[in-house]
């Protein structure tokens, strides 16, 4: 079943490892898509080492400052595998990562799946 | 324990499931700690338990949750509220159990105003906590019971994800529901995986036709009116929602729901009342007369309004006589006065024109201190009480802010009031309190505050005694409330000496903190 808040919505991946990032660039990316597609419904799929919901710790700026768009946040995995089960079969997801250097990323780039990695906040004062 | 019980059972914790004695202004009792009168004391006034039926569901319930309820029933779903004394009751049948509040976890204000005066949780937040991790809870969640929970204050599980996960929260919802919430249940009932957090954008708030009509009385008759504010200020998320003005029809529905409960009164709900079908911010004569006529004919009780702005109330005085009208003609053989919360904010022309510009309108915001002031001389006029909220410790906020909004105080002495000072506490203060008094807290601020104290202690006692509380069977909440104001008043005299030191610079708030004292214990 689709709820009304995920009905034609942007759907975007992100793999939370527990780095900081710069939320704040990571939400642009998101009405960006959200914008190209025409909707105002946003999808954030999470997988993510840690457990939910403390992966929503590195995610709360992010949803504080949404007050534009609908958002759903759904856990999707904790594992590089289960997130490429997912995407398989599905080409218009983005997918975002905290750190290029996690075995998320490792996996994605040998199996050639493009992914962003969101400005990391480490050595700044957030 | 019976099979016909709900599958979707809807609760909240004893300090939002309660008529507050019929006296909603009582339920914010429930917002601070238990300070001066034993705790039992304490929670008796704010938030005594209500009269169930055989299946635990409350006489009235918060009127959010009636929503939820009436939506769900609407679409078929075996759904009801429940007294969270009584869930028990529903263990077996249980499948989903949904949880509203306006304030889980006292982070917004004026709990966490209290918390950082007193250094002590307020109460809500400790009767939500308790609740739970009570043994009802426990056996839900391991029988495999789905939560979901939302309200105003759902934003506030974003900072309690340990209790989150403790207490095996499925989803929190924010927003208004009512296009999301039966597919969600759905869902839930189906077995398919729910999303953690579900933020309904505005654009996905319900059209008029799918607001539904309430199946169970509010906690002291509250009904909407409309939806939205026009007005824009920064600090408020209401206004980022679509318009709406609930047909008369509807409200008065909703009426009848009260009625067959037993509650005769009425608080009509807005973000400001006056604006209902209004034009703009301009309030119109015919549709608030048309609205207090219809509503004034059907209740036996009392009518309130939940908010009303004072730019509405100055200018719908002064351009149509509305508010002589419909307390001098329409609610003059009804009732004695009617109460309604207000937002002063700030008596800053400067800080009114950068956090809420549009607050004063029609009149622009450098007339806003004399907006305020004459709202509050047409409402004494008027018998109107308001119990009205400042802002305080805005991130653009200076001392010389807090000065005029000080000045403002004393020029709003003579009028029958209340006066609360909310305190702006950024999220990341409240994990530290301590550091937030030391840091944030000024003089001119306790100024402030000691104003509010005294004004709202000046009218507090009538108030009670004359115009809240004088019905006879309220005298013991009266002598309870009296015995907590006379505590009050004593600390507040304690507390003036200390507090002109601190005005006049002879010692810091910081200083009083390093001797181990706070705003109430001194």
């Known amino acids: 079943m689709t709820l009304v808040v995920e009905r034609n919505a942007y759907h975007a991946v992100l793999v939370v490892t527990g780095k900081k990032v710069r939320t704040g660039s990571l939400y642009n990316r998101l009405l960006r898509g959200a914008t190209l597609r025409r909707t105002r419904n946003i999808v954030l799929r999470i997988y993510s080492p840690l457990p939910r919901p403390k992966y929503i710790e590195f995610l709360r700026d992010l949803i504080q400052n949404n007050i534009s768009h609908a958002l759903t946040v759904t856990y999707g995995g904790s594992s590089p595998e289960e997130l490429l089960l997912y995407l398989r079969g599905r080409n218009d997801i983005d997918v975002y990562v905290d750190d290029g250097k996690s075995s998320f990323a490792e996996v994605l780039a040998r199996e050639g799946v493009k992914y962003e990695i969101i400005p990391s906040l480490e050595g700044e004062e957030r | ?522």
């Open chain 2, 1 to 522: 324990m019976s099979d016909s019980g709900y599958e979707i059972v809807i609760t909240t914790d004893r300090t939002m499931m309660s008529n507050h004695h019929g006296k909603e202004f009582l339920g914010f009792m429930a917002t601070g700690p238990a300070i001066g009168v034993p705790h039992w004391l304490w929670m008796w006034i704010a938030a005594p338990k209500m009269k169930v039926d055989s299946e635990g569901k409350p006489v009235q319930a918060p009127y959010g949750l009636r929503k939820v309820e009436a939506k769900l029933i609407d679409d078929g779903f075996r759904a009801a509220i429940i007294d969270p004394d009584h869930l028990g009751k529903h263990l077996n049948s249980m499948k989903v159990l949904m949880i509203g509040h306006h304030d889980f976890f006292a982070y917004g204000p004026p709990s966490s105003e209290w918390w950082m005066v007193t250094g002590k949780e307020p109460v809500n937040r400790e009767s939500f906590i308790k609740f739970m991790n009570s043994p009802i809870i426990k056996k839900a969640k391991e029988k495999g019971v789905r939560i979901i929970v939302g309200g105003p204050a759902a934003w506030q599980w974003l900072w309690e994800l340990d209790r989150w996960k403790e207490w095996g929260v499925d989803t929190v919802v924010d927003g208004e529901a009512e296009r999301v919430i039966s597919g969600l249940v759905q869902k839930a009932l189906d077995g398919e995986p729910l999303p953690d957090y579900i933020y309904v954008g505005p654009h996905n708030s319900p059209s008029i036709d799918e607001i539904p009509v309430i199946k169970g009385a509010s906690v002291n008759g509250l009904v909407e009116i409309m939806r939205g504010c026009p007005r824009g200020c920064k600090f408020c998320s209401v206004t980022l929602r679509p318009l709406r003005f609930l047909p008369l029809d509807h409200i008065l529905q909703e009426i009848d729901v009260n009625l067959r409960a037993g509650v005769k009164g009425v608080i009509l709900h807005s973000e400001d009342v006056l604006l209902y079908h209004a034009d703009g911010v301009k309030p119109r004569p015919e549709p608030l007369f048309k609205l207090h006529e219809a509503v004034a004919k059907k209740v036996p009780g009392h009518i309130a309004w939940a908010h009303a702005s004072l730019a509405a109330i100055k200018y719908a005085e002064e351009n149509h006589k509305i508010i002589s009208k419909i307390m001098g003609d329409i609610l003059h053989e009804k009732q004695d006065f009617l109460g309604v919360e207000v937002g002063i904010e700030t008596g800053s022309v400067r800080l009114a024109k950068i956090i809420m510009p549009a607050k004063s309108a029609p009149y622009p915001p450098e007339k806003w201190p004399e907006v305020v002031e004459d709202a509050f001389a047409i409402m004494h006029e008027n018998r109107i009480v308001p119990a009205a909220t400042l802002i305080l410790g805005l991130p653009e906020e200076t001392p010389d802010d807090v000065v005029k909004t000080a000045e403002l105080l004393d020029r709003l002495r003579p009028y029958r009031s209340l006066i609360v000072p909310m305190f702006f506490v950024p999220m990341g203060a409240l994990k530290n309190m301590d550091w937030f008094r030391r840091t944030a807290l000024r003089p001119e601020h306790i100024d402030v505050m000691m104003k509010t104290l005294e004004h709202s202690l000046y009218w507090a006692e009538d108030l009670i005694s004359n115009v809240y509380l004088k019905e006879a069977h309220l005298a013991p909440v009266r002598f309870a409330l009296k015995l907590f104001l006379s505590v009050v008043k004593k600390k507040a005299s304690k507390l003036r000496p200390l507090v002109e030191s601190i005005i006049e610079g002879k010692i810091s708030p910081a200083e009083i903190e390093k001797k181990g004292e706070t705003a109430v214990t001194a």
